[in-house]
């Protein structure tokens, strides 16, 4: 059985240590339809502002958005359908 209290606090220290926010390693915006996959262990939000885009895929899935944040979990990957390139953030949650 897990002592909640030392679980907690081993929680705690964890989340202390993990990066958030604007992700440094934010790769370049790929020509069009080039898949990028999100090869981190981290949970990132991939905001995606400007250009002329006409689809978002998240892991092959068209999503219906061209702008704005999307959601990717580790190993899914992000494609972006444009005709002029947009700019993307990734934030690391």
Do not use: C
Request: charged share 20%.
């Amino acid at each position: 059985m897990v002592d909640v209290q030392q679980f907690e606090v081993t929680r705690a220290a964890a989340e202390e240590e993990k990066e958030r926010g604007d992700w440094s390693g934010t790769p370049a915006v790929p020509a069009t339809t080039v898949v990028v996959e999100n090869d981190t262990p981290y949970l990132m939000w991939v905001e995606i502002v400007g250009g002329t885009v006409t689809a978002v895929k998240i892991d092959t899935v068209t999503t219906g958005r061209t702008v704005g944040a999307f959601f990717l979990r580790p190993g899914s990957s992000i494609s972006i359908t444009h005709s002029s390139a947009p700019t993307w953030k990734w934030f690391q949650l």
